[in-house]
């Protein structure tokens, strides 16, 4: 039986499908990680309090995760090499039984190249990924095949069909995640997507994983040409230039002429770039502040006019910058950033995964300190950043859209009839700007001075007389766990009476009730300081 729609503002409104695009995926570092107790806890919670879905992350072939054997490894005596490689999963194996225990699943993106089969080493990051081509082709293949067979037979075919297999990450930027030409990234995609649809064709693949939009043509050929940037560099307005996706379209031309499986499109949206003036001085840009849901749109018409109309669309990678020591990541201002981002992008995408859901993250090594600008959700402590809070007030909204206005969205759940609300209030005074990066703590809080205050009134009719709801507030007095960590001195070293302060603090919201009235009206009427975000939900 579907619940009677409630009447806002005194209006019958239609609504619309209202997709959890912030919940389907989030990322992860990579698969090591995943084995450690703390990035555990921290998922669990992430699925059971935040609704997340699907866990992506790097590394499942590097070489601690000890996949693809060429020898027994030998300890303190020398290697003996196998006559052919054998492939081990009990690493694997330990990560994948943990994420579906909680029940979500895992995003799985095909990569890297173990050691033993890349053309190159260590190039990348803290942990030395192989990011490159392999020695041989087939025995690429030979690995993802028997993985995914391993799958299928650990897990079953109808379990196994749910996932999506991403091949590789951000091959455009080389020579950090790719080592090769585009061409050679697209060799790999194609051997690989048809070995996964030999394995079953119900399996689900796509690519091509890149990084970030670009207003010029530094990526059309097979390397990135940096002579191409310079115009962006130097220009006036950045928001003003044509800003167009990496490798889609030349990837989907590719499938579409060779008959290459192609599920999904995925590609990273981070509203930044970078681009070499023809001095060779570097230009951080960062976007407007709804530049996230111009790109989504385009995306959308790209493939709904492609050869391959159906295909799904993930943002396998979002944040509001792509470094994981942006201080702007721990603060208020993120989360009143990403809240309106998602809402402006629910319906848009089939995905949009927050980069990431922990602080728990080595790309450049362990944080230094407990509030580093990771890109986490919660601190490698646990601790709940104020992005925490915005995306349970998230989880707790319904399925249909009953009112979408630029402050936030009133829900019904479809099932249980539930009326549930996000507001936010991005200050007007932001106009277009985006929050922006800092590196460092102090060099945000500028941001603390914008306004003004917004004022939120709407009623609810048709809802049960006497019903609860409970109203919770996140601003700059209430959840502002960097800020209160900036107060006791910004200490490298947490003692456990400052941690147990700061996990009181980070949870520490304003809280409030409202009660329907006896003819089943509810009234909001909320008066919202700057970069408040708030959630109405029925009380439990």
Not at 413 to 429: I, K, T
Request: aromatic share 10%; charged share 25%; glycine share 8%.
């Amino acid at each position: 039986m579907t619940p009677a729609r409630p009447r806002i503002d005194g209006h019958d409104l239609e609504g619309g499908e209202l997709p959890h695009v912030w919940s389907h995926c989030v990322g992860a570092g990579r698969a090591n990680e995943a084995l450690r107790a703390d990035w555990q806890a921290h998922f669990r919670e992430a699925v059971t309090v935040l609704g997340v879905r699907h866990v992506r992350f790097h590394g499942l072939f590097h070489d601690d995760m000890f996949v693809y054997r060429a020898s027994d490894g030998g300890g303190f005596g020398p290697p003996t090499p196998f006559a052919e490689p054998r492939f081990t999963f009990a690493y694997v194996d330990k990560v994948f039984d943990m994420i579906l225990a909680t029940g979500a699943r895992p995003f799985v993106e095909l990569g890297f190249m173990p050691r033993d089969l890349a053309t190159q080493t260590e190039t990348l990051f803290w942990w030395k990924a192989h990011c490159s081509p392999p020695t041989d082709m087939a025995r690429w293949v030979d690995l993802v095949t028997a993985t995914l067979e391993h799958w299928v037979e650990r897990y079953g075919l109808a379990e196994v069909r749910e996932w999506r297999f991403e091949i590789w990450n951000e091959p455009n930027l080389v020579p950090h995640f790719w080592t090769g030409t585009r061409t050679e990234y697209f060799e790999l995609y194609e051997a690989t997507a048809r070995a996964v649809k030999a394995v079953d064709p119900g399996l689900r693949v796509g690519g091509p994983s890149t990084s970030v939009f670009v207003p010029d043509d530094r990526y059309r050929g097979e390397y990135e040409d940096r002579a191409a940037q310079h115009a962006t560099a130097v220009a006036a307005d950045v928001d003003a230039l044509e800003w167009r996706p990496v490798w889609i379209e030349e990837l989907i031309a590719w499938c579409a002429a060779r008959d290459v499986p192609l599920d999904f499109l995925s590609t990273h949206l981070y509203p930044t770039d970078f681009a070499f003036a023809s001095d060779g001085a570097t230009r951080h840009i960062h976007r407007h502040v709804d530049a996230t849901h111009d790109d989504l749109l385009l995306l959308a018409r790209l493939i709904e006019d492609s050869p391959f109309p159906d295909a799904e669309l993930h943002v396998t990678e979002w944040s509001s910058s792509p470094s994981s020591r942006d201080a702007m990541h721990d603060t208020v201002f993120a989360a009143t950033y990403v809240t309106r981002a998602f809402l402006r992008g629910a319906g848009v995408a089939d995905s949009i995964a927050y980069w990431t859901f922990t602080d728990v993250f080595e790309e450049g090594g362990a944080g230094v300190g407990p509030f580093h600008g990771g890109f986490g959700l919660v601190n490698e402590q646990g601790i709940h950043k104020p992005t925490f809070h915005a995306f349970a007030m998230l989880a707790r909204l319904g399925d249909r859209a009953l009112l979408s206005v630029p402050h936030g969205v009133i829900t019904q759940d479809s099932r249980s009839g539930d009326v549930a609300a996000v507001f936010l209030n991005y200050p007007d005074d932001m106009g277009t700007q985006g929050i922006g990066s800092a590196t460092s703590y102090e060099a945000t809080r500028r941001l603390a001075e914008r306004g003004p205050r917004r004022r939120v009134r709407h009623t609810v009719a048709g809802l049960t007389p006497g019903a609860a709801y409970r109203v919770e507030q996140l601003d700059w007095d209430h959840g502002n766990v960097a800020e209160a960590w900036h107060r006791l001195g910004e200490p490298l070293n947490l003692t456990r009476d400052q941690e147990s302060h700061l996990h009181t603090v980070a949870d520490d919201l304003l809280v409030s009730d409202l009660t329907v009235s006896a003819d089943g009206v509810l009234t909001i009427d909320l008066d919202l300081p700057p970069w408040a975000v708030v959630s109405l939900a029925p009380a439990r």
